[in-house]
């Protein structure tokens, strides 16, 4: 009881911002903002065009809904906080708030990973066993397959939250960041925290590691199968199907990786492009991710300009 009466838990965090560039709070945020707007725009439209299009009513194209959704969320649940601390200089969340972002962001992060992989057997199979595919890919099995992915997610994450409120808060309650990231809040505990530590860096290598070994391997049969074909124009048409999902690939894991490697091994980074580096992680995937499937997908690119231009569709037909 004595400890009690001469320690009290902290009951809330001070997110810093991007430290440094505090001046330039105002301006960051208006980025921010754009592609936040952008985000939820974008991933709406292809929601939109995909239920609209019968011939879109496919695996592949289920499989980018579920993304869509997942990009809007994962964007909701940083943006609205950031642009508090950027334009508003709201800094203070609480506790369990603190602990609930964390939660969320890790959770869409990991669904985000198995959504990847997902849609890179949907391309294996298309282009591998294109006979099986509506018999291999059925409703049932995108679903099953949507709901392992969010339920291995969920699972993962929960322990996080729950090893971070066994440990006491006293004194530490800045947090040099614009979320709360989970080695970020571990890191300000008053304990030991060796468990949350390698319980946090086993998480994101074991994801990392068999998802990013599963789509290597999906591509690598993709490959194999793409330069068994004798016709140059097939292996084109074959490849031009995968064009948008690697895009997809590299643009949601290049920044991840960095922002994993920076936060244990870069201790050179300056915190600025750490932190910056860890929110464009968040808030450019979802935003790219439609442009690059309106962009590279036939189907959706005319669905999009029939709905903005219908007259110039009907003068094409």
Known sequence: MEDNGTHHPISSFFLVGIPGLQDFHCWIGIPVFLLFALTLLGNSIIIATVKLEPSLHQPMYFFLCMLAVNDMALSSSTAPKMLSIFWFNDHRIGFNICLTQMYFIHTLCIIES???????????????????????????????????????????????????????????????????????????????????????????????????????????????????????????????????????????????LFSFLTHRIGKKVPPSIHILFASLYLLVPPTVNPLVYGIKTKQIRDRVVGLFFPNKKISEH
Do not use: W
């Open 114 to 256: 198995a959504l990847l992989v997902a849609m890179a057997f949907d391309r294996y199979v298309a282009i591998c066993v294109p006979l099986h595919y509506t018999t291999i890919l059925t409703t049932s099995k995108i679903i099953k397959m949507g709901l392992v992915g969010v339920s291995r997610a969920i699972l993962m994450v929960l322990p996080c939250p729950i090893l971070i409120k066994r440990l006491p808060y006293y004194t530490n309650y800045i947090i040099n960041h614009v979320y709360c990231e989970h080695m970020a809040v571990v890191k300000l505990a008053n304990a030991n925290t060796l468990i949350n530590r390698a319980y946090g860096i086993s998480v994101a290598l074991s994801v990392m590691i068999l998802d990013l070994g599963l789509i290597a391997t999906s591509y690598i049969k993709i490959l194999q199968a793409v330069f068994r074909l004798s016709s140059q124009n097939a292996r084109s048409k074959a490849l031009g199907t995968c064009a948008a999902h690697v895009c997809t690939i590299l643009v949601s894991y290049t920044p991840a």
